[in-house]
């Protein structure tokens, strides 16, 4: 048994993908090139496009050069795989340390499978992964999330799930917050189990910077799928 401590993937080449109807996220019409670098599971991958990089984009949409994949509204399609190597550091239970090219032999590989046997890994993160998303890509997902029907219901339970565990929270830091009372949108990535991996504010306030320490602590329902993006507005209370 090893157990692995980190890993490095490298992309000597992005897939190319033919968009096939606007994609209005995107700002891409039909014929434009998306390149596709590192994928993240569960169909969510870094892309480039229109001189931007984003990062655990939903690639859903992609139909795949052999043609599996993408089973409905499907945008686009690769036409060219790239080269990629996942190489994982490693640790043996005898305590020897080495690096393995990442070839399907371990477990645990897919970062948004929503695998419970993996939720309790405490990896370290590589510097890229630490990257905080980008405010634009966040709100982006969390807007399209609304578009659903799932997307409604689940937005309605979060809320009211945040209103009953953080309405403390949110008084607590009124009085951190000093003369600063801007309210702010405060946008959570959930990963598949519903734990908050990731807090922005839109603006940055005080009472956001405060609260935000006490969210990423905490879980709320599951998703309806890994590396789900909700936004809460937090007002400063009376």
Sequence with gaps: MVTG?????????????????????LRRQAGDIILRYMYRGEGFADIWAKGQRRREYDCTLITEKDNSGCLR???????????????????????????????????????????SKCDSLDSPLSPADETPTN????RTQVEANLRTPEGKAYDARLGA?????????????????????????????????????????????KLGACARETLLRDSFSPPPRPAYWVGVYMKIPN
């Design 5 to 25: 401590l980190t890993g490095v993937h490298i992309t000597y080449e992005p897939d190319r993908v033919q968009v096939l109807q606007p994609l209005p996220g």
């Design 73 to 115: 509204d499907c945008a686009a399609k690769v036409i060219t795989e790239g080269r990629k190597d996942w190489w994982v550091r490693v640790k043996t239970k005898e305590g020897l340390i080495g690096w393995a090219k990442a070839e399907d032999q371990f477990d645990c590989m897919d970062s948004l499978g929503g695998d």
């Design 135 to 138: 405010i634009d890509d966040a």
């Design 161 to 205: 799930e945040f209103t009953q565990k953080h309405s403390d929270t949110a008084r607590l830091c009124k009085k951190s917050a000093d003369d600063d009372t801007e309210n702010s949108w405060m946008l959570l990535k959930l990963g598949a189990n519903g734990k908050v991996t990731e807090v922005l504010l839109y603006p940055t306030t």
